[in-house]
């Protein structure tokens, strides 16, 4: 392949061969994961975006449809019209940022000469209120696991990191055991873009790990015996535990625990931020804890809070001083 190895600064320059949409595409993928550090999960939807695209051009069979430098504006809004007919706001403004990062890429390497993605409107999309359970639904979720079987430790041990410490489900399936420490009550995780934060960790949370590490030896391979060695959270068969798992840990016990089939690992991660805001954190502390890159992301739950709005309104606003 002439692409992923080759794709270099200067290349219009040079004059260049045709780069396909399949060679750009593959070298993109590449740079996102070696260089970017993006999450597998954006790795993977960006593929498919972009991938998407390389198909509709195929389709059309026009001169040259396998070349980036025939991506242009009127092609691309051509592409997004069509799939506007069938897909939500959120799934086109998703798209448009796939393929404007991946236009710019191709600028900055000189295998384009401008982006015509810049020239696109990303549509508005309306953000609902996350899936959010009371303190005493909370409650009942993380306490539904038995803990006298290692299955039932792990489980809630998981409850517990996922709202005492309000991890994303990835950040939680790459724990490693040395990652954590008991004794001063916290652990290092590997959030987005890779870069690392330390959570602190409740004393309830503390006891589940502790029960759980005492358990963890039990669960091994049914036949070989094994397990692995640097995970800490693992599956019924000794291996590193997986996405989907907790996705059904969380499904289960959010329907035994508190009647709610719909809860998932991130509904979680909303709760204990709301109940955090509640229970008077600053904004600032709660974006360290859930490594958020700007505060604008955090800001989103003082939109759901309003006992915690209402008391700093009653607090600080003059006119509700001046009332009481």
Not at 298 to 320: I, K, N
Request: charge should be positive; glycine fraction near 8%.
């Amino acid at each position: 392949m002439t692409g992923a190895g080759k794709l270099l600064p200067g290349a219009l320059e040079r004059n260049a061969l045709c780069v396909t949409l399949d060679e750009s595409l593959a070298a993109f993928l590449q740079h996102l994961e070696a260089e970017r550090h993006a999450s597998p999960r954006t790795i993977s939807e960006y593929g498919y975006d972009i991938a998407g695209l390389a198909e509709f051009m195929k389709e059309r069979g026009s001169t040259g449809a396998d070349d980036v430098r025939q991506v242009d504006v009127h092609l691309l809004r051509t592409w997004l019209g069509l799939l506007a007919r069938t897909h939500a706001a959120s799934s086109i403004a998703r798209k448009v940022a796939a393929v404007r990062t991946w236009m710019r890429w191709l600028r900055r390497r000189g295998l384009i000469r401008t982006c015509p993605a810049d020239e696109l409107a990303t549509p508005k999309v309306r953000r609902g209120l996350p899936t959010l359970l009371s303190v005493d639904a909370a409650k009942e979720v993380v306490e539904a696991p038995p803990s006298d079987t290692p299955v039932g430790a792990r489980d809630r041990a998981i409850l517990e990191l996922l709202y005492g410490s309000a991890l994303r489900v990835s950040e939680l399936c790459g724990l490693r055991l040395d990652a954590v420490d008991l004794a001063g009550a916290s652990a290092r995780v590997l959030g987005k873009g890779r870069k690392e934060r330390l959570v602190p960790l409740g004393s309830k949370c503390v006891q589940a790990l502790s029960r759980w590490l005492e358990q963890r030896p039990l669960v091994v391979h049914p036949k070989r015996r094994t397990q692995d060695p640097h995970t800490l959270f693992l599956t019924v068969r000794g291996a590193p535990i997986y996405t989907r798992a907790v996705w059904e840990v969380v499904h289960r016990y959010g329907a035994s625990g508190a009647g709610r089939a719909d809860l998932h690992p991130h509904a979680l991660r909303h709760t204990c931020a709301t109940h955090m805001l509640d229970g008077g954190a600053d904004l600032r502390a709660i974006q360290e804890m859930l490594g958020h890159a700007t505060l604008s992301t955090t800001q989103r739950y003082a939109h759901v809070s309003m006992g915690h709005l209402m008391r700093v309104y009653d607090a600080a606003h003059p006119l509700a001083r001046a009332k009481r």
